[in-house]
């Protein structure tokens, strides 16, 4: 679908306007988020301008900014860290913004709906709709593309988001790139990537705004857009997540937050304490019970699945939330002891959704027992892993010797296996576990490790689980 | 239908005609069946934590709700008849009416992880008197938790330790040097135990996340509700439908993110308060890192 006459008026107009305003527009959003938000910039903000626009002179073309998504004031917060007000005399490079039409075009009553609308007029926004699968909703996305590729054609910057939408794992993923950027890359070959990971020191989950006065660090750089001889959007979307990614750990690295967050749980289904709300054939439980555990999703979930099914659909909601529970752990994401239904599991899309902070695991069951479950679970860090890529979580469920205490066997269990797991390390002597701030973690070279190592014991099994990433 | 725990016959008692004392009793035996670590089980009063198998009863998480639930099944209350938590409200909470089975709601027994601190529920949900004498030897949750941190720093300090005697070589080279981080990861900790002031800010931090937490969701449901407002205008239904939707799942996740809010805005209060009881407990847990500190530091 080509742009009409009338869109590409429209669009002129708006970049004339925009570019006429900007120098207000520019400030208005520096003051906001400096004084009313009261973020700070990190301190080494000049040199990552310096380094981005050292590349981005030497670039006459047009620029594809890309960067990842957890707040709904992202974009202005990447432009007030990248776009320095000294640069505005280049109007024709601040991005065309691409904002999702239903957060923000229809906000509050007619008046502020219509100030809203003529703030995002002036920052060059081209509204996108992601939702909608009806030929309306495809015919919009599509004009939205041709728009985003003329503004590129015409030697101008567009600002999408790779992962099209806020993370709800507060991560991203570069196993699941998706497809749009590299379209656009290869619509218009001679932009390149300008890559931005932009995070507060306290966001970790996705919300609306960072938490007032945080610092905000960045890391940004310039990539090749499409590559001579790409043809594929999947691999160049590809390249710029994997670019991203390395962005994401760099970022991290400095954090104090924990990057990796992973959790197992092992459940012996023979144990007889599980069978206790159960009747004798398993085929019907208190309900009082179930309701104590299970939200009233899961509980539906449990009861479309039959009389038979029951016992062991039921234990797997349960190992699912307790390996949740141990990786939200890590995020200092405190559920409470007991609070099964702040976990909602959803099993047949191995996700789950801690309910107050709205944050997204995904869950993955292994070594599937007629006798046991085993389940992992990753907030972030690294990929839970799928039947074509490995993942980033490693894991052993293992039979507790009798006599041996459980407790010391799973730990000596996951000495072992990591050991085992890393050439460098060789032997378990050379590690040590420890439990400061009430969470397992590995020391090795007299250091502690980052792998969020998780234990788990039930019965006759035991299990562990550690992050590679 | 027959459950297997219906096997056992257990006469439920009004609980305004017992003792804190012989109600911590029953709590305790009811929870018999679940407790794996038998010795701390034999000894456990009113702040041995059901779960954990150093000091605590050894209970698994699985079993959790079997407590909440062995105690609704021991105990009767007035506090029955259900009543809205405020006008239009779909939730209800218990005021004094007949006496009947006791019912311990979603959330309420967020704090409960000991007999003691089970009992102390009771009271201050009105299903027993306040016993103040009672509560005085109830360690708080705060320090339950606190408490048995340290004692599982000083289980594998020690445990460390004696691994470490065995090895030779340059294992026992890099052995000794993770036995030095954890000896100092113990000192810090048993630093921060001896100051409530320090401690309290420790845990500030697990109450801070949570205070952004629900500070962003109810940005959130601000943003949801203009939402609404804009598409009320414009008569498109089904949109106005899933944003209504939206609504109800935000106030859902904000109901749950206060009630956390609350639990960890009380441990981060009570950590800063220390009773004697609370300072008993803590000399122990402190006593035990330092003999482990010690232990380790004459093996490096």
């Known amino acids: 679908m080509a742009l009409t006459p009338e869109d590409l008026k429209a669009l002129r107009l708006q970049k004339r306007i925009s570019c006429a305003l900007s120098l207000p527009v520019s400030l208005m959003v520096a003051l906001l988020a400096r004084f009313y938000f009261r973020y700070r910039l990190d301190a080494d903000i000049e040199q990552v301008r310096a380094r981005v626009w050292e590349k981005l002179d030497r670039h006459e073309g047009p620029v594809i900014w890309a960067a990842n998504h957890l707040t709904l004031i992202d974009s202005f917060l990447v432009y007030w860290a990248i776009f320095p007000l000294r640069r505005l005399h280049q109007a024709h490079r601040i991005p065309w913004s691409t904002p999702e039409y239903t957060n923000y075009y229809k906000l509050g009553g007619p008046l502020r709906s219509a100030l809203i609308r003529l703030l995002l007029y002036l920052c060059r926004c081209i509204p996108f709709l992601r939702g909608g699968e009806d030929a309306a909703s495809e015919a919009w996305r599509q004009k939205a593309f041709d728009k985003c590729a003329w503004a590129l054609r015409e030697g101008g910057a567009v600002f999408v988001y790779p992962e099209a939408g806020r993370s709800r794992s507060g991560w991203l993923e570069p196993r699941r790139p998706k497809d749009f950027l590299g379209r656009l890359a290869l619509e218009v070959p001679s932009s390149k990537f300008l890559c931005v990971y932009l995070r507060s020191d306290g966001q970790i989950a996705t919300t609306s705004c960072p938490p007032t006065g945080d610092r905000i660090r960045v890391i940004a750089d310039v990539i090749d857009g499409a590559r001579p001889g790409e043809t594929n959007p999947r691999d160049v979307s590809q390249r710029l997540f994997d670019r991203l990614a390395l962005m994401q750990l760099e970022w991290w690295k400095t954090s104090d937050m924990a990057r990796n967050c992973g959790g197992n749980d092992v459940i012996d289904l023979a144990s007889p304490l599980l069978r206790e709300n159960f009747s004798e054939d398993l085929t019907q439980a208190d309900e009082d019970w179930l309701a104590r555990h299970l939200t009233h999703r899961e509980l539906e979930y449990l009861s479309e699945q039959g009389p038979d099914n029951l016992f062991r659909v039921f234990w797997r909601f349960f190992c699912a939330k307790e390996a949740c529970h141990k990786a939200l752990g890590r995020a200092i994401i405190v559920v409470a002891n007991g609070a099964f239904r702040e976990i909602e599991v959803d099993l047949f899309k191995r996700k789950a959704i801690h309910l107050p902070t709205g944050l997204q695991l995904d869950i993955r069951f292994t070594d599937d027992d007629p006798d046991a479950l085993h389940c992992l679970a990753v907030l972030r860090g690294g990929f839970i892993g799928d039947d074509e890529t490995e993942a980033d979580i490693l894991w052993k469920v293992a039979r507790v010797p009798p006599g041996v205490a459980p407790g010391a066997f799973v730990r000596e269990l996951a000495l072992d296996f990591i050991a085992s797991s890393n050439d460098e390390i060789g032997s378990s002597a050379r590690l040590a576990l420890t439990e400061a701030g009430g969470l397992p973690a590995v020391i090795w070279r007299s250091i502690p490790q980052d792998w969020s190592v998780s234990l788990s014991h039930s019965g006759r099994y035991a299990a562990c689980s550690f992050m590679i990433a | ?300």
């Open chain 2, 1 to 300: 239908m027959a459950f297997m725990r219906k096997q056992a016959v257990i006469e439920a008692i009004d609980l305004n005609t017992i003792t804190p004392e012989d109600a911590e009793k029953r709590i305790i035996a009811g929870v018999k069946k679940y407790a794996s670590n038998e010795t701390n089980y034999a000894s456990a009063d009113a702040n041995t934590p059901y779960l954990g198998h150093i000091v605590g009863m050894g209970i698994e998480s699985s079993n959790l709700a079997d407590i909440t639930m062995s105690i609704e099944r021991q105990f009767l209350t007035k506090m029955t008849a259900k009543v809205p938590v405020s006008a239009n409200s779909n939730e209800f909470k218990f005021a004094p009416g007949e006496l009947g089975k006791l019912r311990i709601l979603d959330g309420q027994d967020a704090l409960a992880a000991t007999p003691g601190l089970s009992v102390k529920m009771l009271m201050d949900l009105g299903h027993m008197p306040r016993h103040e004498t009672y509560l005085e030897s109830v360690m708080s949750f705060a320090y339950v938790m606190a408490c048995g941190d340290g004692w599982k720093m000083a289980d594998a300090l020690k445990k460390m330790a004696a691994k470490t005697e065995k090895f030779a070589g340059t294992e026992r080279t890099d052995a000794v040097a993770n036995l030095r981080t954890l000896a100092a990861q113990a000192k810090e900790y048993d630093a921060t135990l001896a100051d409530a002031a320090k401690l309290a800010a420790s845990k500030a931090k697990s109450y801070a996340n949570d205070k952004a937490g629900y500070d962003a969701l109810n940005v959130e449901l601000s943003l949801t509700l203009d939402k609404i407002k804009g598409l009320s205008a414009g008569g498109d239904a089904a949109a106005l439908a899933k944003i209504r939707g939206e609504e109800a799942e935000i106030r859902t996740r904000l109901k749950m993110s206060s009630a956390k809010l609350r639990v960890s805005q009380e441990i981060s209060d009570a950590a800063g308060k220390r009773r004697a009881i609370e300072d008993k407990k803590v000399s122990s847990v402190r006593a035990a890192l330092q003999e482990a500190v010690s232990l380790a530091e004459k093996i490096s």
